[in-house]
């Protein structure tokens, strides 16, 4: 009874700040002005400006996630291998910037991306030509990779850290080289932190709209910011809420995903 009666503040916070927000979000998703049932919120992001947003998040989402992963993976097997534990200053280092204010780290980087910023004044005293870096995609994609590359090293750092050192001498002493190791024993074992990694880089990326207001100013709009827009500018909550409920699709996926390949939480667990 004690124990139930402890889960309550809990249960309370749930109900008020998950449970009712995302119904509303149904409610109205679901509805027109009027609060008639209707499809066509969820249908609008068929509509070619709606598509066209779309289609860029899931691109510009995707090539983050694989440059996070790819710049990742590598750090944490570094980490692991020089037997860092999770208390050191190294690791702290990764988190560091996830104490630091999310919209701050990004204005940092339009400070130095934008034309008279800090890396085109390098540019200019090394008498080299100025580069169009804000404003672009590549700017997003540097903005995503920086913000969000310490949740792909840590679920994967957390995973390989628990992988067994005698596993891996086993399968040396056997013949295998460095490639067949990696290839055929930390890749598989270390799934689970991949999944965590890919999820929880890929789903703020594709949903996300600070960085591209930011980096790629007026001319770049994800499904983010079209949301985004029609809540704050438009007033039209109902077609903010139905383009919503598009991406829950991709945010249920991925829940299905790390409940596939993740069911003790080893990836997410630090």
Known sequence: MSKKLLSGPYLLWMIGFTI??????????????EGVFTLENILAIATPEHRKALWLSLGLSLV????CLVLAYPLAMILRK???????FVVFIFILPMWMNFLLRTLAWQTLLEKNGVINGILSFLHLPAQSLINTPGAIILGMVYNFLPFMVLPIYNVLCKIDDNTINAAQDLGANFFQTLIRIWFPLSVPGIISGI???FVPALTTFVISNLLGGSKILLIGNV????FTRGSNWNLGSGLSLVLMIFILISMALIAKYDKNGEGTAF
């Open 20 to 33: 009712i927000p995302l119904a509303l979000i149904v409610f109205y998703g679901l509805t027109d002005k």
């Open 64 to 67: 983050s996630t694989v440059f």
């Open 82 to 88: 020089r037997n860092i534990g999770k208390g050191s």
């Open 199 to 201: 999820t929880m880089v």
């Open 227 to 230: 949301i985004e827009q029609e």
